[in-house]
């Protein structure tokens, strides 16, 4: 793919767009080979692009000319380079200015972006997720492990849920959290947000139950608190303890180098009684040459004989 393809297939994505959060091109799931570290994100009148790897200084002027003909072209108000690859938070603001109070959109709802973290606030991929989850979320007790800034939890609450128990260790993104429930005037009287090493706490979390629905959607990966590879493994053992008798689990993973049938392995090891019913689709924004290495979204449910 030459840069003017890249131009083109951008601008296509755009067509059309309404000022919902979208990813208007990804390279991360090596569908496009030559682009593979590069991914766009349209945030409203924000075009947010974001490199993974450092490019020789010609691509990446010829790439910063071209999202400014794209940014020109489209009318955004700002345009937004993010190097992923540095360890510190890189954002360097090509046009327009960096915001201190944006929002993602979608599906009507709205949720803070904060340009100081790497991560922004809200992962895109995860869209399907939060749509099942509220699909299913009315008068439900219902626990959200490893939260971060609560997306599922503001979803499950507009639609109705019982309760929402958002656990994650970080105390800035669960404030988020309570953030994006206000700003979508959701009540949180039946909403809690609990500052805790999942790992840790088992008995804290059990207060609440039995769960309805559980959520598990850990890092990959995260120095001194979580490995997939092998702590994933230690979430699904105590789900008897958690879940009531017709839990749905909804089980999710995005390391690559573990695929759908590591979880399905898990459960049945660790937890029999809960059966396989489905595997969500990923959005068409988010191709892929594997999908075994993209973002799994497994849904189990607790079949007691």
């Keep these: 793919m030459q840069i003017t393809q890249l131009k083109e297939l951008i601008l296509l994505n755009l067509e059309n767009s309404t000022n919902e959060f979208k990813r208007v091109f990804h390279g991360r799931g090596n569908f496009y080979e030559d682009f593979h570290y590069l991914c766009v994100d349209k945030i409203d009148k924000i075009l947010l692009v974001s490199l993974f790897q450092n490019v020789d200084e010609i691509i990446e002027s010829d790439l910063k000319n071209m999202f400014n003909e794209i940014v020109e072209e489209m009318s955004f108000s700002s345009l937004i380079i993010q190097k992923r690859y540095l360890k ?11 915001p201190n109070n944006a929002y993602a959109i979608e599906n009507t709802l709205k949720y803070n972006i904060n340009f100081s973290n790497q991560n922004i606030g809200l992962f895109p991929d995860m869209k399907r997720g939060r749509e099942y989850i509220k699909s299913i979320s009315k008068d439900k007790n219902i626990l959200n492990l490893f939260s971060y800034t609560c997306a599922f939890s503001v979803v499950s ?5 019982k309760q929402v128990i958002n656990v994650d260790m970080s105390k800035g993104a669960l404030s988020t959290g309570r953030e994006n429930h206000r700003i979508n005037n959701l009540d949180t009287k039946n909403v809690k947000f609990l500052p805790y090493n999942i790992l840790k706490s088992w008995s804290r979390i059990k207060k609440y139950a039995p769960y309805d629905i559980i959520i598990i959607d850990p890092p ?6 979580f490995a997939a590879s092998k702590d994933y493994e230690k979430i699904i053992r105590r789900l008897k303890e958690l879940a009531s008798e017709d839990c749905i689990v909804l089980s999710c993973l995005n390391a690559p180098e573990l695929d759908t049938t590591f979880i399905k392995n898990i459960f049945d090891e660790n937890a029999s009684e809960f059966k396989f019913i489905k595997r969500l689709d990923n959005l068409d924004t988010f191709p892929s040459n594997n ?3 993209s ?10 004989n």
């Design 88 to 98: 510190e938070n890189s954002y360097e603001v090509l046009s327009g200015s960096l």
């Design 291 to 293: 999908e075994e290495k």
């Design 157 to 161: 609450i507009s639609a109705g849920a």
């Design 220 to 225: 990959s990966f995260q120095k001194g608190s």
């Design 295 to 304: 973002l799994k979204n497994m849904v189990f449910q607790r079949k007691i």
